[in-house]
């Protein structure tokens, strides 16, 4: 993992990223820090983070198989509605349930040194889906460590990177072409900094800042992105707030700033042989977390139903079609 972030750096990064240590640990919060010792960087993944990543990594497989199911596999036009209703009730409990178990289970992954490799919905990831699951996951701690590798060469932990003061005009420059500029602009310094290091995150991941850009850089940068923003809100119940001493802003001024470079950076690119296309796929994300955004709500909001698969399907399908005339128009 730390080697494929050295492949897609800058050159000037790579003497240094080759004096950064990762590592696993069992103490601490479920998350993941950067600090420096003497003249080397550390990065320090929690266990608790990576069990997080699985878990998300499984639940996002099954609400994106349940997309799949629905679009080639049942006939929507049958004419038993009854056996029609059975079929979609199923699938929609597929996707909802263990949306519903992850929320109930949360406080297992906040205890430190919480290990929780046998949840069940590890258990129930669809088998035709194993492969896109390990690779989810894997790049939901790939984002993770690429976000605390750039608070290293943004110069947050040491200011002794060089190119420190290049990188941040670089993310900067991102940060207004997506539209954010005021949003960050009006964060805390510590705040700034968590989202620059979530900027060059981005960008390192899908190539952008090596040159080698593409379609598969991209689709790997966004799974690990909102999968990694979206755990890292439940575990902490950081969806929002109003508070401007946190260290870290909420959600949702993370998810809009990432949201709005992963538009500046693949607007432009063609669709897929399947039509597919990386704002296809934030779509899909952004269906996934809110159903995991109204599950949380509903606990703490009695006037707030359950989500159900079948309204968030029904939603997909109808910003599909706005996406599809954006990619036409550009």
């Known amino acids: 993992m730390m080697d494929d972030l050295i492949h897609l750096s800058p050159n000037p990064w790579k003497a240094t990223l080759r004096n950064i240590f990762a590592a696993r640990v069992a103490k601490g919060d479920a998350n993941a820090t950067a600090w420096s010792f003497r003249q080397s960087g550390v990065v320090e993944i929690n266990y608790g983070f990576t069990n997080a990543a699985m878990i998300y990594a499984a ?122 500029y005021d949003l960050w602009s009006g964060l805390n310094a510590s705040q ?64 809009s700033v990432v949201s709005g470079i992963i538009v500046g950076l693949s607007t432009g690119l063609p669709r897929g042989g399947k039509g597919d296309h990386p704002l296809g796929f934030l779509l899909q994300f952004r269906g996934f977390i809110s159903m995991v955004l109204q599950t949380w709500i509903s606990k703490h909001d009695n006037s707030v139903n359950l989500p159900t698969f079948l309204n968030t399907f029904s939603w997909l399908l109808d910003e599909g079609a706005d996406i599809d005339n954006l990619l036409d128009e550009a």
């Not at 992954?109 to 989810?136: N, T």
């Open 59 to 180: 639940l996002f497989m099954q609400y994106f198989d349940a997309i799949s199911t629905i679009a080639s596999e049942v006939d929507l036009s049958m004419e038993d509605s009854e056996v029609l209703g059975w079929i979609l009730a199923e699938i929609d409990q597929g996707v909802s349930e263990p949306i519903l178990l992850a929320e109930s289970s949360r406080e297992l992954w906040r205890r430190e040194g919480a290990i929780f490799v046998g949840h069940p919905s590890l258990a129930d990831v669809p088998r035709r889906r194993l492969d896109s699951y390990q690779l989810a996951a894997a790049a939901t701690e790939e984002f993770a460590l690429a976000h605390e590798i750039c608070h290293h060469m943004l110069g947050h932990t040491e200011k002794t990177f060089k190119h420190a003061g290049e990188i941040e005009k670089t993310v900067i420059s991102w940060i207004r072409r997506a539209g954010s």
């Open 192 to 255: 700034k900094e968590e989202v620059q290091a979530d900027v060059a995150a981005f960008l390192l991941m899908s190539g952008e800042l090596n040159g080698t850009f593409n379609r598969g850089l991209t689709y790997k940068a966004v799974s690990g992105s909102m999968l990694a923003l979206t755990a890292l809100a439940h575990i902490s119940e950081h969806w929002f707030s109003d508070d401007q001493q946190e260290s870290h802003p909420d959600f949702l001024d993370r998810f």
